[in-house]
């Protein structure tokens, strides 16, 4: 079936830049997702990426594919306290069935 | 837009009892709903897709006797966890997506997180 990795754990100080990687196998994945989830409440959807395109900035985000590599990224720039949840990413070839990765929680560092 | 709730947000119940939880699009009708349980420092599993007017779809080694799913209008549907053990104890979400919106996402419920004694 579909797998989606992360690394479990990011810290960083406050100001720096956070990059947060997921992988995943499904070559069929037509879209990929970053959700952003804050202790004990739901997900909340940050960005999403169709499967043909690179790169997508949305403000403090920058959200890079390889699609070669079936490789995602997630970079938070000037990445403050209120920041520090855990991210998942999470890929689809549709809503139907969406697959979630393991999730990286992000401590930031005042 | 795109807002879906769930009530309640917390519950405790003594082992035995049924627990019923309410999802909601607010804004929207949605059609195709899903339930996710989490367990801590998990990601989410996907239970069961709700179907409005037609039997829930469960994902493998899902109980459907034990986890009820009734999907009775294009914004409510409701997941009943009968004769609720410890076991089951868990944070519960649910999500919807939004008919013809890009991204072909679902946007998701704040969760109700069960505690069963």
């Known amino acids: 079936g579909e797998d989606v990795e992360q690394s479990l754990f990011l810290s960083v100080r406050e100001g720096d830049s956070s990059v947060i990687n997921c992988t995943y196998t499904?070559?069929?994945?037509?879209?990929l997702y970053w959700y952003k989830q804050e202790p004990g409440a739901g997900l909340q959807l940050l960005t999403y990426?169709?499967?043909?395109?690179d790169m997508k900035q949305d403000q403090r985000l920058t959200v890079l594919l390889n699609k070669k590599d079936k490789h995602l990224s997630l970079r938070i720039a000037d990445t403050q306290t209120g920041d520090s949840a855990i991210y998942f990413c999470?890929?689809?070839?549709?809503?139907?069935?969406?697959?979630f990765g393991t999730g990286t929680k992000l401590q930031v560092i005042p | 837009g795109a807002v879906v709730s769930q009530h309640p947000s917390w519950v405790i119940c003594k082992s035995g009892t049924s627990v019923k939880i309410e999802c909601r699009s607010l804004?929207?009708?949605?059609?195709?709903m899903f339930w996710y349980r989490q367990f801590p420092k998990q990601s989410l599993m996907l239970m069961a897709t709700?179907?409005?007017?037609?039997?829930?779809?469960?994902e493998q080694g899902v109980e459907k006797d034990k986890f009820l799913i009734n999907h009775a209008s294009l914004t409510l549907s409701t997941l009943t966890v009968t004769s609720a053990h410890p076991e089951d104890s868990s944070f519960y979400i649910c999500?919807?997506?939004?008919?013809?919106?890009?991204?072909?996402?679902?946007?998701f419920g704040p969760g109700t997180r069960l505690l069963v004694l």
């Open positions: 804004d929207f009708q949605a059609t195709t």
């Open positions: 999500s919807a997506h939004p008919p013809g919106l890009a991204g072909e996402t679902q946007y």
């Open positions: 999470a890929e689809a070839a549709g809503y139907q069935k969406v697959t």
């Open positions: 990426i169709f499967s043909n395109m």
């Open positions: 499904d070559s069929s994945s037509t879209y």
């Open positions: 709700s179907n409005e007017g037609s039997k829930a779809t469960y």
